[in-house]
């Protein structure tokens, strides 16, 4: 007996199932006619039921799949299969059917139905990106599918675009207090696409209703503050995540030109070895270890550092340590140590750039002020930044090469008296520069592709923020670095990317010219 009623109530969720799953036959049957209004607004109604039975059909029409039978019916046919959306389940083929034609207009329908059904799906990837879709252009008749969805959305971030989409839509409904009530609910959009629908209601027969006039344009008031204060923000954080890249750039350039005086044109090199490190890095991972596949860039840190640095000290050993006190002889000696090194990354990886991929946990980005977003990546890079700083201090200031360093900075002759190493000093200090660089090459490496010119886009602002910071000076550094970025966000609205560069470079040479000692001065005995 208890089998027998577990049976029975089986047998009842199968047909309620069924009874769900199963479309209206009436609802179905001007698919099969000739009235192409009729056909869209059926389109509409069938997708507003959002189920799977629904997205079957409006598939199937999409795939040139569903016939109609002479009484009326719909079918969708697979090969010799036939299957009624109306009873949901498979049937005989019927005689004298044939194919439910579509034309552009109702292809075009359907294609919108099937997109706005994509805010039912179980992935909260594809329901985002579905509802930005419609944000481009959202249809009054997509209201009862968005309804639907805005129901079953427990995503605060979704639930918010759905509502902003209910009420673009009703915009444009018949009624005037429906219009207005859609506008008040726009009001706490950061949408700026919203601003030109707004504007056409304002606009000689575009909006006859007084009341909703005044209501669209308090709205766009909202909208364009709060927008404004989305692009100062944006700038301000772009302006800290470029003058961050700047800064691990020139982090390295300011202890081997501002502590040792060697003008190093070949430190854009070490920036591109760093990032070519982090490639290597990611292919052994990738080829031997893909289990591990996102811990890649950790490795890459030491390694680019090492590789960098015993780059830099090679240099120092064979080159640089018989041109000290010889500017001109330096900068041509390391300029063509630049231009070898970059023929012979070009011959072992090609000219071709090489693709270095974020790890899962720095792709994305978080979302604030309702529209900005802030990618992980470029955050990653800010802390990355502040963390290298810190250590760089901390060598500097609190460890015995440290106090070597600044002794021999400041008094080479004395330092030399007392027994200081200063030629190893010398090469230690370099490959301590060399090895920032490096670092900053994997930083670099995050943010575009990476190729053999990669350097030679950051020497010559490497140099502007170690001459603008002040010789020697790690402070004058990180605020010459985050302040060209900001200013040169800030500028390139308003200028263009080249003429921001030009302003920005004009301004260094004239604040040069009044201030050859840059930002903070340096102090010692090597100044006089």
């Known amino acids: 007996m208890r089998l027998f009623t577990s049976l029975l109530v089986f047998a009842c969720l199968c047909l309620s199932s069924m009874a769900q799953a199963a479309i209206p036959p009436e609802l179905l049957k001007p698919l099969a006619g000739d009235d192409s209004d009729a056909r869209v607004a059926t389109v509409t109604q069938i997708a507003a039921l959002a189920t799977p039975e629904a997205a079957k059909v409006l598939q199937a029409l999409q795939d040139d799949a569903l016939y109609a039978a ?7 046919v697979e090969g010799e299969q036939a299957y009624d959306p109306a009873s949901g389940r498979n049937v005989p083929l019927p005689e004298g059917i044939d194919g439910v034609m579509v034309n552009n207009r109702l292809r075009s329908a359907v294609a919108g139905a099937l997109s706005g059904l994509q805010l039912l799906a179980p992935e909260r990837s594809a329901r985002l990106a579905a509802a930005q879709a419609l944000q481009k252009a959202v249809d ?7 309804r639907a969805a805005l129901a079953r959305e427990s995503d605060a971030d979704i639930q918010q675009l759905l509502q ?5 839509a009703n915009l444009h409904a018949p009624d005037a207090a429906t219009r207005k009530a859609a506008v008040q609910d726009l009001a706490g959009s950061s949408d700026a696409r919203l601003l030109p629908v707004l504007q056409a209601m304002l606009e000689q027969g575009g909006e006859p209703d007084e009341a909703v006039q005044l209501a669209a344009i308090e709205t766009m008031r909202q909208i364009k503050g709060r927008v404004a204060r989305m692009e100062l923000a944006g700038n301000v954080f772009y302006g800290i995540s470029l003058g961050s890249v700047l800064l691990l750039a020139a982090l390295g350039l300011a202890i081997t030109f501002g502590l040792m005086g060697i003008i190093n044109m070949a430190h854009g090199e070490l920036l591109m070895i760093g990032a070519y490190t982090t490639y290597l890095c990611q292919l052994f991972f990738r080829n031997y270890l893909p289990g591990l596949q996102d811990a890649y860039l950790l490795a890459a840190l030491p390694a680019a550092f090492f590789v960098a640095g015993l780059v830099g000290v090679m240099l120092e050993r064979t080159v640089i340590r018989w041109l000290y006190g010889r500017p001109l002889e330096t900068l041509l000696a390391t300029w063509g140590i630049s231009l070898i090194l970059m023929q012979l990354v070009r011959t072992i990886f090609g000219a071709q750039n090489v693709e270095v991929a974020n790890p899962a946990w720095m ?21 990355f930044a502040v963390i290298v700083v810190v250590a760089v201090w901390l060598i500097l200031n609190k460890t015995r090469l440290g106090l070597f360093v600044r002794a021999v900075t400041q008094n080479r002759r004395m330092a030399d008296c007392v027994g200081v190493a200063t030629g190893k000093v010398d090469m230690l200090t370099f490959g301590l520069g060399s090895g920032i660089a490096g670092l900053g090459g994997v930083a670099l490496s995050q943010l575009g592709n990476v190729g053999p010119d990669l350097g030679q886009s950051y020497i010559v602002d490497s140099f502007m923020v170690v001459v ?22 800030f500028l390139e609205p308003v200028a263009g990317a080249v003429l921001a560069k030009i302003a920005i470079l004009i301004f260094i040479i004239i604040f040069i010219q009044r201030r050859p000692q840059g930002l903070f001065a340096m102090k010692g005995r090597s100044v006089e």
Do not use: C, F, M
């Open 140 to 146: 009054p008749a997509q209201l009862p599918l968005i």
């Open 468 to 489: 603008l910071g002040g010789v020697g000076q790690l402070a004058g550094t990180v605020i010459a670095a985050l302040g060209l970025g900001e200013v040169n966000k």
């Open 70 to 76: 002479p009484d009326g019916k719909v079918y969708i």
């Open 363 to 383: 792709s994305g980005g978080v979302t604030v002020l309702g529209g900005l977003v802030l990618p992980y990546n470029r955050l990653a890079i800010i802390g």
């Open 164 to 168: 902003v989409l209910i009420a673009s």
